[in-house]
């Protein structure tokens, strides 16, 4: 065994101390987690929670209502990435309104969303712009790109939203988190270190198992101090000043607002929209969408679950109704939602 990855795994099997509660706020940690088999070493006294880190899971249903107006209303052809298709709506899902005959591609990029519409100059064609920092700037670029293209038939429907408000409305709701890696890589640390300045603590982690050891046992020995704390475990990728060509290019395309964000509401300047040089190609203004706000199934706990309230198996549709093949909520559809990785790795 790696000797770091030893003594990681002996810090965190030999914690004595009080109950310690770190958010995994990135999905692909949680699966990684899960995956790993890091939960089996885990003593009773840290307990691993799941926060609001999957982007399909956080956006609300009134977007996918949205989006289904869009392809079935508007006409549109709507492109999206596959783990959104099946998202329930209020009524129906995105994969409910192809079989009612709404135009719904799946595409692996912004970008092929663009070839669609130069391909297609006779259809209207919207992409389905969601995700954090990490994915933002890629639909930047689409948009730039559909923009020195000269083409009028693209928009996008965005749901982009930024982390950092997002830890503020989280506050108390864990004693460290586990910083995703991917989204900081773009961000930096600062935000991390303005957090740690208001009683904040927690990391920033990879996704390998010494990673993700370290980045646990780190948290543990840094609590003991009863201090907030701030670290950056994944050096090797997350730089300090993070990605300045990212941020430049959402910077010049996008502007901040406020967001709805499932289970938690709307947190004030946590989305991002179309700046005023890019509106051409906002589809809520191209095609007057009224204001939707969705209605998700009383039921579903998602919600909770993203707030770090209750676990996955806590909700009475977990397993029965509400699978992978038959969701109920966000949180069992996406490849990074919790509900999923706990069906996944027979957890119940």
């Known amino acids: 065994m790696d000797d770091a990855i030893k003594k990681a795994r002996g810090i965190i ?8 509660r770190i958010m995994e706020v990135c999905g692909t940690h949680t699966h990684e987690i899960f995956r790993l088999g890091i939960r089996n070493i885990l003593p009773d006294n ?10 399909v899971c956080v956006t609300p249903v009134g977007y996918i209502d949205e989006a289904v107006m869009l392809a079935l209303e508007k006409g549109c052809t709507v492109c999206t990435f596959g783990d959104l298709i099946r998202v329930p709506g209020t009524k129906m899902s995105l994969a409910g309104a192809r079989a009612e005959g709404a135009d719904v591609k ?17 259809k209207q ?17 689409a948009v730039k790109k559909a923009r020195e293209q000269g083409l009028d038939n693209f928009s996008i429907l965005t749901a982009n939203k930024t982390m950092p408000n ?7 709701s864990a004693d460290a988190f586990l910083y995703p890696g991917h989204v900081n890589a773009i961000t930096g640390e600062a935000d991390c270190r303005k957090l740690k300045d208001e009683g904040v603590s927690g990391v920033i982690a990879g996704f390998t198992a010494k990673e993700l050891l370290t980045a646990l046992a780190v948290i543990i020995e840094k609590s003991k101090t009863g201090e907030p704390f701030f670290v950056n ?3 090797r990728v997350v730089r300090p000043e993070g990605n300045s060509a990212g941020r430049a290019i959402i910077e ?7 967001s709805e964000w499932r289970g938690l509401g709307v947190i004030p300047d946590s989305g991002l929209k179309l700046r005023e040089d890019y509106r051409e190609f906002d589809a809520r203004l191209k095609y007057n969408l009224p204001e939707i706000h969705g209605k998700p199934n009383p039921a579903c706990r998602c919600g909770e679950v993203l707030q770090g309230k209750c676990r996955p198996v806590d909700c009475s549709l977990f397993g029965k109704v509400c699978t992978p093949q038959h969701p109920v909520g966000a949180c069992m559809v996406s490849n990074e ?6 069906f996944s790795y027979g957890i119940g």
């Open 13 to 20: 099997e030999n914690y004595d101390g009080p109950k310690l």
């Open 46 to 55: 840290i307990e691993l929670i799941s926060g609001p880190g999957c982007p």
């Open 106 to 122: 799946i595409v692996y990029a912004p970008q092929d969303a663009v070839t669609v519409a130069k391909e297609n100059p006779d």
């Open 125 to 141: 064609v919207v992409f389905l712009a969601v995700g954090f920092e990490t994915t933002t700037p890629s639909a930047c670029l």
């Open 166 to 172: 997002a830890y503020q409305a989280l506050k108390g």
């Open 233 to 235: 475990c994944y050096p």
């Open 252 to 258: 010049e395309v996008m502007e901040p607002c406020d």
């Open 337 to 342: 939602g919790s509900c999923s990785a706990y």
